[in-house]
């Protein structure tokens, strides 16, 4: 298994303005993800940080929006640029071991007024 | 275009009634399907992983199975504490990442 961390929990913020969410990982991981769920629905994979090179974004999502960061193999930060109310949503980091298996962070929560 | 539906949306079940939730699932060559607790506020917890059909896997008082088009959480004699949303994942094989495709969940609760 693997334990994830994410800064900050929660946060509320203002409209225009953007906000850096922090992903952290007990153990050296190859795949890391960065997921969207927005207030009741499911979860909605926005990229996939890869160490050293740029993030692989799906359809819907682009690197101006939310940039990504993967200096090493324990860390990723994920970017949401110049926020609207439609970005307020749970944001997750996860990752996948060498077993397959995907491990979730606890999430941000963010609330743009 | 791979695709996941879980039934029912929800599910009321008193204390020790068994029942089971459903996943069924269209995937181009399935690598996985993944079965995850989320309680409110929190990430979703891992439970199970199924390859093949046919495959069971059990943890407490859940199992899982796995057939070509769906997969089944059977729930015997749940407790409270088994109160929840469950979320059903495939993961298909393709050259171009390991994204999980997520269903949209199945709010559980379970009442003394």
């Known amino acids: 298994s693997a334990v994830i961390s994410q800064k900050p929990s929660r946060d509320i913020c203002q409209r225009g303005t953007s906000l850096t969410i922090q992903c952290q990982v007990d153990s050296q991981v190859t795949m890391m993800f960065w997921y969207r769920q927005q207030p009741g629905q499911s979860l909605t994979l926005i990229a996939t940080a890869n160490q050293g090179s740029e993030a692989t974004y799906e359809s819907g999502f682009v690197i101006d929006k939310f940039p990504i960061s993967r200096p090493n193999l324990t860390f990723s930060t994920l970017t949401v640029s110049n926020m609207s109310p439609e970005d307020s949503s749970i944001y997750l980091c996860?990752?996948?071991?060498?077993?397959?298996?995907?491990?979730f962070g606890p999430g941000t929560r963010l609330l743009v007024l | 275009e791979d695709q996941v539906t879980q039934s029912p949306e929800a599910l009321r079940l008193q204390e020790g009634e068994s029942s089971s939730l459903n996943c069924s699932y269209t995937?181009?060559?399935?690598?996985?399907l993944f079965w995850y607790r989320q309680d409110p506020g929190k990430g979703p917890e891992f439970l199970f992983t199924?390859?093949?059909a046919g495959e069971e896997k059990e943890k407490e008082r859940l199992k899982a199975t796995l057939t070509k088009k769906e997969s089944f959480l059977h729930i015997t004699a749940p407790k409270p504490e088994d109160s929840a949303t469950y979320l059903c994942a495939v993961q298909a094989n393709s050259n171009s990442g390991y994204a999980l495709n997520f269903g949209k969940g199945t709010s559980l609760l379970v009442t003394p």
């Open positions: 199924l390859y093949s």
């Open positions: 995937v181009s060559g399935l690598r996985g």
């Open positions: 996860s990752v996948e071991t060498v077993g397959g298996t995907q491990y």
